[in-house]
Every structure is written in structure tokens, then in C-alpha cells.
């Protein structure tokens, strides 16, 4: 062979998986494929939020109302427990292939249950759409690792909180929309347009890389013990809205998740190909990372379910209008998002930011913790924003931060178990704060009505013990005095009557009250994200998408050799 036939060669060969995972693409088919993966991204974050608005008519047109709970958490829970398994399999058989795959399974999810003529058809077609959900977020944004840099990635991660805020706002009112003029078949209906255009793009650009020397022997047994203990983990907590603690089927089923934890561990450690690799933890920057992200997601997730709430039972706004109230949270959110991925692209410095923002998100969850029954809406708008600003830059900055600390053959599994530990965070948290709120808001009830003088024998009936008021019959939207009223018996109604204003003034104070504990407990869990994020090893973003040497104070482990050959399978058409 010549020397000139040596340099052209040398010339024409193709980079390796380690040096361009995109394969060359040019930059206008990289923005092609980002459009498709947030559409994918949208399709999630949508579900989320067009479903809720729909439930009710749902549940009273199929005769469902003791099956109502099923239908999120049959989605939670197939959702949850799939997301490491899609991300490993992206890991060993390539993106493009696991993502179309997951977003078909979604489809043909969601088109099942248009078609829903039961509830239990209905409860077990959202599992099948959750096993497709679990997909779109950790595949997603693996592929956009794929597609840039490290330095490069802040300007487009910055996207994933603005999908989340934008879904926020368009999903509440498409779902009311749809239900109230068509029929509420076609939340899960519309669904499949948006996938199929996704589709298309995908299928047409995103190249098919994947590792060649990657064993292709999936951890069955792993799986196996991860789908229990996690079952067992996210059942519990359901049954927690209904239960107590000391309930078998809530303390018992979370102690049997504890042990199923501790069996996978085990088993992980001894896999060939794990789905969790457990050397991963090694790594301080990922770690931190990992925990941080999962005391934020606890501390947001578990108390700004209760905003909506707040705005139906003390504002009376509807459903779909205490979805928009929470605007400003929106705004604040997305905007931290896009400006925390600008700064990071800009600088390549993470740490402080990170660690500013949840502090940030702390001092605003504090600010809302003094939300009362007559607190201005401008004022708690402020309190918001303030919060959502916060929020927004840990949805952008810790996707970046883990994919940049962890070796190029595991970024999709790295990236899974971020989005993993984001949604249990999130249900653990939101079991604790709905218990504190519970627990709160029946303890204020006497004191409130008391404070507003309601005479001692009218408010011993709201002190349960079985022969008072039912709280939960006056929980609901609509004129709470109204409701009130209709619980007291005809003859004494019109000595009920003059004190009726006082009755709802103390409910609405005990609720307000009920609430801000569930934002205290949102400081306490995002000052311990504070600590996690601030005992992280800040590594260099990188311009390439070769992994960083090891170094001694992050454990990296060794990165995948630069030389690594892409699997001629696996290469685009």
C-alpha cells in the first residue's frame, strides 16, 4: 500500500463512537433531531398534565370512581420502574432504536386507551403507555448528549425544563377542551400525531450507534428484583393517601421494598452487565449529583402539588383555573432553565450556580411557607416566581453535570438513573408532605374556628370521632358555606346561618395552614440538596466526547478507549 493511499485513508476513515457519537451529522439535521426528541420529550410532560383535568368525567361516564387511583398509579408505577432499563438498553443496542421503540409502545398505549370501555381495560392500557413513557425522558436526553458536548449541552438542556413549563400550561386546558367538546377519548388520541411526527425525524436522521464490545446479555435477575422492590416501594406510598404508616400494605410494603433494595445491590454487584453499574457511585460528582437531584425533586414535587389545591378550595377557582394560576411558577421556572443552560455553556462552571439555585429554591419554598387564607395573590405570585426560578436551573444544570462525569459507554444508564431517582424523590416526598398536610390541617380546624368565634359546641362536630361534620364532603371546588350548610340539620340552619362566614374563614386559614407545612418540609429537603450539591468535585465541561483520566479526588473510572470502533450495525444508512 502506498504512502498516498495511507493518507487518504487516513483521510476518509470514520470517527469513532468515542470521538462523535452524532457520527458528523451537520449542525441543521442536529436541530432536525432535537426538535424530534423534544417532541418526544413533549409527549411525556403532556400526558402528565392533560390527564388530571379529564379524570372525573373518566371515572363517572366508566363507573370507576373505587378504581380512580389505578389509572395514575398503574402509569407512575410501569413509568418509574422502566426508566433504568430503557436507559440501559440504549446503552448496549444504540438510542435510535430503544427510542422509537419506546415512543411506538407509548402510541400504541395511548391509542388503547382512547379505546378504553372500562376501567380495568383503562388501568391496564396506562401501564402499557407508562412502559413506552419510561423511554422519552432518560433516552431523550441521552441523545442530546450524543448529539453535542458537554460545553455545548447547557444551551439545549436548558429545553427540558421549558417543555415541562410549556405542557404545564397547554396540558390543563387541551385536556378540559377536548373532554368538554369532544370526548375525553381523545387526550390519549392526540398523542398520536405529535409521536408519529417525532417518528419521522428520528427515523430519517438520528444515526444508530452503539458499543461493539458491549456483552448483549440483559441482567434478567436484576430486573426481576428491581421491578418488586420498586413495586412494592411506589404501592406503599399510594396506599399511604388512604392509610397510616403502621398499615401493612403501606409500612409493610415499604419494608419489603427496603430489603428488595438491598437484594438488587447485591445482585448488582455480581452482574456482568448491570442495570444499575453500582462503580458509578464511585464517582463524587455523580453521586452528588444523584442525591441532590432527589432531595430537590422531594422537596418541590411533594409541596407544589398542593398549590392547585390552595387555589380551588380557598380561591374556588376550577381545575383548570388553578392550573394556570400557578403561572408565575411556570415562568420562573423556564426561564431559570434556558438561563442556567446559557451561563453553563458560556462559563463551563456548574457547581456554585447549582448550588445557588437550590438555595434559591429553598428561600422561595420558605417565603410560600407564610401562605394564609388572605395573603394577597400578587404577593404569592412573587413567592413563586421566586421558586420556580430556583427549580428551573436544576432540571437543566445536574442532566449536564452527569452526563460530563461518567464514561461515554454509560451516559444512558447515568442519565436513567437521574431521571429514576427524580421521580422517587418526587413520590416519596409527596407521600410525606400529603401525611404533614393531613396531620395539620385537621389539628388547626378547632383552632381556627375557635380563633374566629365560632361558639365551642359547633366546632366540636368538626373534630371528628364519627358523629361530626365529614371533612371531606366540603374539601371539594364550589361555595364551601353552601356546602356547610347543607350538613346541618334543617331546624338548626337558621341559627347555623350568621356564623357561616366565620366557618369558612377558619377552614380556609386550617388549610392554608395545612399547606405551609408542606413547603417547610420542601426547605428542609432542598437544604439538604444545598449540601449534596455543594460537596461535589466540579470537572471541566468538556469540548469533546472523549471521557475525562481518572483523577483521584472524583474516582472517575478509566473512560472508553478513543479507538473504540463503532459496530458496523450500528452505523447510519
Given at each position: 500500500m502506498t504512502e498516498a493511499s495511507l493518507d487518504l485513508g487516513e483521510e476518509v476513515r470514520a470517527p469513532s463512537l468515542a470521538e462523535d457519537p452524532a457520527l458528523g451529522l451537520p449542525r441543521r439535521e442536529k436541530m432536525e433531531i432535537l426538535f424530534a426528541v423534544m417532541l418526544g420529550l413533549f409527549l411525556g410532560a403532556l400526558d402528565q398534565t392533560i390527564v388530571g383535568t379529564a379524570l372525573p368525567k373518566i371515572v363517572t361516564q366508566l363507573s370507576g370512581n373505587d378504581w380512580y387511583v389505578w389509572v395514575v398509579t398503574m402509569y407512575l408505577l410501569t413509568s418509574t420502574i422502566s426508566v433504568p432499563f430503557w436507559g440501559k438498553l440504549s446503552d448496549l443496542y444504540g438510542r435510535k432504536p430503544m427510542f422509537m421503540i419506546g415512543i411506538g409502545i407509548f402510541l400504541v398505549g395511548s391509542a388503547l386507551s382512547g379505546l378504553s370501555q372500562n376501567m380495568p381495560m383503562l388501568i391496564a392500557f396506562r401501564g402499557i403507555q407508562g412502559i413506552g413513557a419510561g423511554s422519552l425522558f432518560p433516552v431523550a436526553l441521552a441523545v442530546i448528549g450524543d448529539l453535542f458536548t458537554p460545553a455545548e449541552r447547557g444551551k439545549y438542556q436548558g429545553l427540558f425544563g421549558a417543555v415541562f413549563g410549556v405542557s404545564s400550561l397547554i396540558g390543563p386546558a387541551l385536556g378540559g377542551f377536548l373532554t368538554d367538546t369532544i370526548s375525553w377519548h381523545w387526550i390519549f388520541y392526540v398523542n398520536i400525531p405529535i409521536g408519529i411526527v417525532s417518528l419521522f425525524f428520528i427515523a430519517r436522521l438520528l444515526p444508530t450507534v452503539k458499543r461493539a464490545n458491549a456483552s448483549r446479555t440483559f441482567d434478567f435477575l436484576g430486573a426481576g428484583v428491581f421491578t418488586v422492590a420498586i413495586s412494592f416501594l411506589l404501592i406503599g406510598l399510594t396506599n399511604k393517601q388512604t392509610g397510616d404508616w403502621t398499615d401493612p400494605t403501606v409500612g409493610g410494603f415499604l419494608l419489603i421494598a427496603l430489603v428488595g433494595v438491598a437484594v438488587f445491590a447485591f445482585v448488582?454487584?455480581?452482574?456482568?452487565?448491570?442495570?444499575?453499574?453500582?462503580?458509578?457511585?464511585?464517582?463524587?460528582?455523580?453521586?452528588?449529583?444523584?442525591?441532590?437531584?432527589?432531595?430537590?425533586?422531594?422537596?418541590?414535587?411533594?409541596?407544589?402539588?398542593?398549590?392547585?389545591?390552595?387555589?380551588?378550595?380557598?380561591?374556588?377557582?376550577?381545575a383548570t383555573q388553578s392550573g394556570y394560576a400557578t403561572l408565575p411558577l411556570l415562568v420562573g421556572l423556564i426561564g431559570g432553565s434556558i438561563a442556567s443552560g446559557l451561563i453553563v455553556s458560556r462559563t463551563g462552571r456548574y457547581k456554585w450556580l447549582t448550588v445557588g439555585a437550590v438555595g434559591l429554591m429553598a428561600f422561595g419554598l420558605f417565603l410560600m411557607s407564610g401562605i394564609r387564607a388572605d395573603t394577597p395573590l400578587p404577593v404569592l405570585w412573587t413567592w413563586m416566581f421566586i421558586t420556580g426560578l430556583g427549580i428551573g436551573p436544576t432540571l437543566a444544570t445536574f442532566t449536564i453535570i452527569?452526563?460530563?462525569?461518567?464514561?461515554?459507554?454509560?451516559?444512558g444508564v447515568a442519565t436513567s438513573n437521574l431521571t429514576f431517582f427524580r421521580q422517587i424523590g418526587g413520590s416519596i416526598g409527596l407521600a410525606i408532605a400529603g401525611t404533614l398536610f393531613g396531620t395539620e390541617f385537621a389539628r388547626q380546624i378547632p383552632l381556627q374556628l375557635t380563633a374566629n368565634g365560632v361558639p365551642a359546641q359547633f366546632v366540636a362536630q368538626f373534630q371528628g370521632g364519627g358523629s361530626g361534620f365529614d371533612l371531606g364532603k366540603i374539601s371539594g371546588v364550589g361555595d364551601l358555606g353552601t356546602a356547610i350548610l347543607a350538613l346541618v340539620p334543617a331546624p338548626f340552619q337558621d341559627a347555623v346561618r350568621p356564623i357561616i362566614p366565620n366557618i369558612v374563614l377558619g377552614i380556609h386559614q386550617a388549610f392554608s395552614l395545612g399547606v405551609a407545612q408542606t413547603f417547610l418540609i420542601g426547605v428542609g429537603a432542598s437544604l439538604v440538596g444545598v449540601v449534596f450539591a455543594a460537596t461535589m468535585h466540579e470537572v471541566p465541561l468538556r469540548k469533546t466526547f472523549g471521557a475525562h483520566p481518572p483523577k483521584a479526588a472524583d474516582h472517575t473510572p478509566p473512560a472508553l478507549a478513543p479507538s473504540a470502533p463503532i459496530d458496523p450495525a450500528g452505523a447510519a444508512d
Amino acid at each position: 500500500m502506498t504512502e498516498a493511499s495511507l493518507d487518504l485513508g487516513e483521510e476518509v476513515r470514520a470517527p469513532s463512537l468515542a470521538e462523535d457519537p452524532a457520527l458528523g451529522l451537520p449542525r441543521r439535521e442536529k436541530m432536525e433531531i432535537l426538535f424530534a426528541v423534544m417532541l418526544g420529550l413533549f409527549l411525556g410532560a403532556l400526558d402528565q398534565t392533560i390527564v388530571g383535568t379529564a379524570l372525573p368525567k373518566i371515572v363517572t361516564q366508566l363507573s370507576g370512581n373505587d378504581w380512580y387511583v389505578w389509572v395514575v398509579t398503574m402509569y407512575l408505577l410501569t413509568s418509574t420502574i422502566s426508566v433504568p432499563f430503557w436507559g440501559k438498553l440504549s446503552d448496549l443496542y444504540g438510542r435510535k432504536p430503544m427510542f422509537m421503540i419506546g415512543i411506538g409502545i407509548f402510541l400504541v398505549g395511548s391509542a388503547l386507551s382512547g379505546l378504553s370501555q372500562n376501567m380495568p381495560m383503562l388501568i391496564a392500557f396506562r401501564g402499557i403507555q407508562g412502559i413506552g413513557a419510561g423511554s422519552l425522558f432518560p433516552v431523550a436526553l441521552a441523545v442530546i448528549g450524543d448529539l453535542f458536548t458537554p460545553a455545548e449541552r447547557g444551551k439545549y438542556q436548558g429545553l427540558f425544563g421549558a417543555v415541562f413549563g410549556v405542557s404545564s400550561l397547554i396540558g390543563p386546558a387541551l385536556g378540559g377542551f377536548l373532554t368538554d367538546t369532544i370526548s375525553w377519548h381523545w387526550i390519549f388520541y392526540v398523542n398520536i400525531p405529535i409521536g408519529i411526527v417525532s417518528l419521522f425525524f428520528i427515523a430519517r436522521l438520528l444515526p444508530t450507534v452503539k458499543r461493539a464490545n458491549a456483552s448483549r446479555t440483559f441482567d434478567f435477575l436484576g430486573a426481576g428484583v428491581f421491578t418488586v422492590a420498586i413495586s412494592f416501594l411506589l404501592i406503599g406510598l399510594t396506599n399511604k393517601q388512604t392509610g397510616d404508616w403502621t398499615d401493612p400494605t403501606v409500612g409493610g410494603f415499604l419494608l419489603i421494598a427496603l430489603v428488595g433494595v438491598a437484594v438488587f445491590a447485591f445482585v448488582e454487584s455480581r452482574a456482568a452487565e448491570p442495570i444499575v453499574p453500582l462503580a458509578l457511585f464511585r464517582i463524587r460528582t455523580y453521586t452528588s449529583s444523584i442525591l441532590a437531584t432527589f432531595f430537590v425533586s422531594f422537596g418541590f414535587f411533594g409541596a407544589i402539588i398542593f398549590l392547585p389545591r390552595w387555589f380551588q378550595f380557598v380561591e374556588g377557582q376550577s381545575a383548570t383555573q388553578s392550573g394556570y394560576a400557578t403561572l408565575p411558577l411556570l415562568v420562573g421556572l423556564i426561564g431559570g432553565s434556558i438561563a442556567s443552560g446559557l451561563i453553563v455553556s458560556r462559563t463551563g462552571r456548574y457547581k456554585w450556580l447549582t448550588v445557588g439555585a437550590v438555595g434559591l429554591m429553598a428561600f422561595g419554598l420558605f417565603l410560600m411557607s407564610g401562605i394564609r387564607a388572605d395573603t394577597p395573590l400578587p404577593v404569592l405570585w412573587t413567592w413563586m416566581f421566586i421558586t420556580g426560578l430556583g427549580i428551573g436551573p436544576t432540571l437543566a444544570t445536574f442532566t449536564i453535570i452527569v452526563q460530563n462525569a461518567v464514561p461515554f459507554h454509560e451516559l444512558g444508564v447515568a442519565t436513567s438513573n437521574l431521571t429514576f431517582f427524580r421521580q422517587i424523590g418526587g413520590s416519596i416526598g409527596l407521600a410525606i408532605a400529603g401525611t404533614l398536610f393531613g396531620t395539620e390541617f385537621a389539628r388547626q380546624i378547632p383552632l381556627q374556628l375557635t380563633a374566629n368565634g365560632v361558639p365551642a359546641q359547633f366546632v366540636a362536630q368538626f373534630q371528628g370521632g364519627g358523629s361530626g361534620f365529614d371533612l371531606g364532603k366540603i374539601s371539594g371546588v364550589g361555595d364551601l358555606g353552601t356546602a356547610i350548610l347543607a350538613l346541618v340539620p334543617a331546624p338548626f340552619q337558621d341559627a347555623v346561618r350568621p356564623i357561616i362566614p366565620n366557618i369558612v374563614l377558619g377552614i380556609h386559614q386550617a388549610f392554608s395552614l395545612g399547606v405551609a407545612q408542606t413547603f417547610l418540609i420542601g426547605v428542609g429537603a432542598s437544604l439538604v440538596g444545598v449540601v449534596f450539591a455543594a460537596t461535589m468535585h466540579e470537572v471541566p465541561l468538556r469540548k469533546t466526547f472523549g471521557a475525562h483520566p481518572p483523577k483521584a479526588a472524583d474516582h472517575t473510572p478509566p473512560a472508553l478507549a478513543p479507538s473504540a470502533p463503532i459496530d458496523p450495525a450500528g452505523a447510519a444508512d
